[in-house]
């Protein structure tokens, strides 16, 4: 189970963002956002990678439109980086980054 949330857009497709525990050392978590068609594909998406006691309970942290703005550019509609406070100007990781490094989540 993770805390996160999610943001309907007006074409209808959803942003979901979640913080999990990081497989990194020295990190104390990850915020992953996916872009989908709805709730249940972007979880699926994450589950199809390997990481599977993924829920959505609630909507107590939702993407912020800034976070809603790196995911829909990037061509994967998938990205993470380091919670609660990113090291300064760090940018959105694709998802391939974060598996690589983590034996933890493979």
């Known amino acids: 189970m993770a805390a996160g949330g999610f943001s309907r ?3 209808g497709t959803v942003v979901v963002a979640l913080n999990l525990p990081s497989p990194l050392a020295g990190a104390d978590g990850v915020r992953v956002l996916v872009h ?7 979880l699926t998406r994450l589950r199809n990678l390997g990481l599977r006691a993924i829920y959505l309970r609630g909507n107590t942290a939702p993407p912020t439109p800034d976070e809603i703005t790196a995911v829909l550019h990037h061509p994967d509609g998938l990205i993470w980086r380091t919670t609660p406070d990113p090291t300064p100007n760090e940018l959105w990781h694709p998802i391939r980054a974060l598996l690589r490094q983590s034996p933890a989540w493979s």
């Open 9 to 11: 857009l007006p074409n």
């Open 36 to 42: 989908a068609h709805n709730r249940a594909r972007a």
